[in-house]
């Protein structure tokens, strides 16, 4: 739970801390952390000494379920002259180290990241006559934090969240989010470490869409040259009611389009509802190590085999390793997606390291036939797969969230891979790897077009390529709820 209150009011915990020009008996009396990110913060609103802000009631280090100790919430009057509008900027503080004493963070010195190295923000449009800032940003905030300080996974810019949902429970379109750099707030030294300020940007699904196949980075310049989409300050405004193609048609043709076909995708994977099944093997041989066992609990990737994904996609080379997203409410279960900027080699390695080598006890194996499956969201991101990367030479893997278990496709240029084309199916454990050829990725684009419009695709539905000993389901959710998968 949170309550809101003045910045400056009694709490249960230390309040804020003063502005970079309190006297240092004062100051001293104040988380260090926390002081230098609201130095940073006093530097942009000197004249809003005290905001409003969405504090947990009982602090995550005490057992509390909110990661953000605070969401402080400022009202920015923008610039008309330049398209940017009045609207309120949400600051959080709580993903990098606030306190130094290893109660949420553990200090890894000063040269290094403090925390998780970067606080969220968040910009929303001011509505006419509005005197308060509306809360429910907050709490978008704390459900990026819980997720981050689950899956010890970070967010970088140009990353993107599928949300499936209106950001503020209306009717809105905008259910999505990108993250960029925040236009205003500077990188801040702290005596912990560096926090940088990473801002959530409210998107269509269209505008997500356009994200995945192309880039999100993209996208995000293109939002920036639409006022009522953004703007140069990207201020997310929940009453818009067309996608940036809608508003300008042609920045779908001259610029995604384009921008698809000379780069590719740069989305390297995605949690998603999905299985496989060794049909080169019967179900009953207790050596079989694939990752669906019907009427037993799945085998669980080993702890090198997932900081292999962890760590690839850490480093930049496109593998994606992220777990569920914890959903904020029972009713709806997110999972987030990540861009990567390409690396110029594309590699299922790491660069000098040993530690993520696969365990030598789990031996890799060569299977004859696989059975792929997935859910109807997950089966319509195939083409995407296809086309953006593997025609580019790049490698895509789903990660399970109903299992631990995962599925990459690579290309045959990818290096580090344990499918080969002499044996393109290989299993590690529940991870397993399927390598095609680009003649053999065309024909699939072909044969999986109706994908691309998964309204009209009837459910379930199956594809099989019996030469290739490969058949891929689209089955629906109900299939991967069930406790068998």
Same mark, same amino acid.
């Given at each position: 739970?949170?309550?809101?209150?003045?910045?400056?009011?009694?709490?249960?915990?230390?309040?804020?801390?003063?502005?970079?020009?309190?006297?240092?008996?004062?100051?001293?009396?104040?988380?260090?952390?926390?002081?230098?990110?609201?130095?940073?913060?006093?530097?942009?609103?000197?004249?809003?000494?005290?905001?409003?802000?969405?504090?947990?009631?009982?602090?995550?280090?005490?057992?509390?379920?909110?990661?953000?100790?605070?969401?402080?919430?400022?009202?920015?009057?923008?610039?008309?002259?330049?398209?940017?509008?009045?609207?309120?900027?949400?600051?959080?503080?709580?993903?990098?180290?606030?306190?130094?004493?290893?109660?949420?963070?553990?200090? !890894? /010195?000063?040269?290094? %990241?403090?925390?998780?190295?970067? @606080? +969220?923000?968040?910009? =929303?449009? $001011?509505? !006419? /006559?509005?005197?308060? %800032?509306?809360?429910?940003?907050? @709490? +978008?905030?704390?459900? =990026?934090? $819980?997720?981050?300080?689950?899956?010890?996974?970070?967010?970088?810019?140009?990353?993107?969240?599928?949300?499936?949902?209106?950001?503020?429970?209306?009717?809105?379109?905008?259910?999505?989010?990108?993250?960029?750099?925040?236009?205003?707030?500077?990188?801040?030294?702290?005596?912990?470490?560096?926090?940088?300020?990473?801002?959530?940007?409210?998107?269509?699904?269209?505008?997500?869409?356009?994200?995945?196949?192309?880039?999100?980075?993209?996208?995000?310049?293109?939002?920036?040259?639409?006022?009522?989409?953004?703007?140069?300050?990207?201020?997310?405004?929940?009453?818009?009611?067309?996608?940036?193609?809608?508003?300008?048609?042609?920045?779908?043709?001259?610029?995604?389009?384009?921008?698809?076909?000379?780069?590719?995708?740069?989305?390297?994977?995605?949690?998603?509802?999905?299985?496989?099944?060794?049909?080169?093997?019967?179900?009953?041989?207790?050596?079989?190590?694939?990752?669906?066992?019907?009427?037993?609990?799945?085998?669980?990737?080993?702890?090198?085999?997932?900081?292999?994904?962890?760590?690839?996609?850490?480093?930049?080379?496109?593998?994606?390793?992220?777990?569920?997203?914890?959903?904020?409410?029972?009713?709806?279960?997110?999972?987030?997606?990540?861009?990567?900027?390409?690396?110029?080699?594309?590699?299922?390695?790491?660069?000098?390291?040993?530690?993520?080598?696969?365990?030598?006890?789990?031996?890799?194996?060569?299977?004859?036939?696989?059975?792929?499956?997935?859910?109807?969201?997950?089966?319509?991101?195939?083409?995407?797969?296809?086309?953006?990367?593997?025609?580019?030479?790049?490698?895509?893997?789903?990660?399970?969230?109903?299992?631990?278990?995962?599925?990459?496709?690579?290309?045959?240029?990818?290096?580090?891979?344990?499918?080969?084309?002499?044996?393109?199916?290989?299993?590690?454990?529940?991870?397993?790897?399927?390598?095609?050829?680009?003649?053999?990725?065309?024909?699939?684009?072909?044969?999986?077009?109706?994908?691309?419009?998964?309204?009209?695709?009837?459910?379930?539905?199956?594809?099989?390529?019996?030469?290739?000993?490969?058949?891929?389901?689209?089955?629906?959710?109900?299939?991967?709820?069930?406790?068998?998968?």
């Amino acid at each position: 739970m949170a309550e809101l209150r003045p910045s400056c009011a009694p709490g249960p915990a230390a309040p804020p801390a003063p502005g970079p020009n309190a006297p240092p008996a004062f100051a001293s009396l104040f988380p260090p952390g926390l002081h230098a990110i609201y130095g940073e913060c006093r530097r942009l609103y000197p004249d809003q000494p005290n905001p409003l802000q969405v504090t947990a009631i009982v602090k995550y280090w005490l057992g509390g379920p909110d990661p953000l100790d605070y969401v402080s919430m400022y009202r920015n009057v923008g610039s008309p002259s330049t398209n940017i509008p009045e609207h309120w900027h949400y600051i959080s503080f709580g993903l990098s180290d606030l306190y130094g004493d290893s109660r949420v963070h553990e200090f !890894t /010195g000063t040269d290094g %990241p403090s925390g998780f190295g970067f @606080e +969220l923000t968040f910009r =929303l449009k $001011r509505e !006419t /006559g509005e005197s308060a %800032p509306p809360t429910w940003p907050a @709490e +978008l905030m704390q459900g =990026l934090a $819980r997720y981050v300080f689950q899956s010890e996974n970070t967010f970088c810019s140009g990353d993107h969240v599928s949300w499936h949902s209106p950001l503020d429970n209306s009717e809105s379109r905008i259910q999505h989010m990108l993250l960029t750099e925040d236009p205003q707030m500077q990188p801040v030294q702290t005596p912990f470490g560096v926090v940088t300020f990473l801002q959530i940007v409210g998107v269509c699904t269209e505008e997500l869409h356009a994200a995945q196949q192309w880039n999100g980075q993209g996208i995000l310049e293109l939002l920036r040259t639409v006022p009522v989409a953004g703007g140069p300050w990207l201020i997310t405004d929940m009453r818009r009611g067309e996608t940036i193609f809608e508003i300008d048609p042609h920045l779908q043709q001259e610029r995604v389009d384009k921008g698809i076909e000379t780069d590719g995708s740069n989305l390297s994977g995605v949690s998603a509802k999905c299985a496989w099944d060794d049909l080169s093997r019967p179900p009953e041989d207790d050596e079989d190590s694939r990752s669906i066992c019907i009427g037993t609990q799945p085998r669980r990737l080993s702890g090198k085999d997932t900081e292999q994904i962890r760590e690839t996609l850490r480093r930049g080379l496109e593998i994606n390793s992220k777990p569920v997203l914890p959903p904020i409410n029972p009713q709806r279960q997110n999972s987030l997606n990540l861009d990567r900027a390409p690396s110029r080699k594309d590699s299922l390695e790491s660069e000098g390291s040993t530690a993520i080598i696969p365990h030598e006890l789990i031996r890799t194996r060569q299977l004859e036939s696989v059975h792929l499956k997935f859910n109807q969201e997950s089966g319509a991101l195939i083409p995407l797969c296809l086309r953006g990367r593997l025609l580019h030479g790049r490698h895509f893997t789903y990660k399970s969230i109903t299992g631990d278990m995962a599925i990459t496709f690579v290309s045959t240029g990818v290096e580090g891979a344990f499918a080969t084309e002499e044996h393109p199916y290989a299993a590690h454990g529940p991870w397993l790897q399927i390598l095609l050829t680009e003649e053999f990725v065309e024909k699939m684009l072909e044969d999986l077009e109706d994908l691309t419009s998964p309204e009209e695709c009837k459910l379930p539905k199956e594809y099989s390529w019996p030469e290739k000993k490969l058949k891929v389901s689209i089955l629906p959710d109900v299939v991967f709820d069930s406790p068998l998968h």
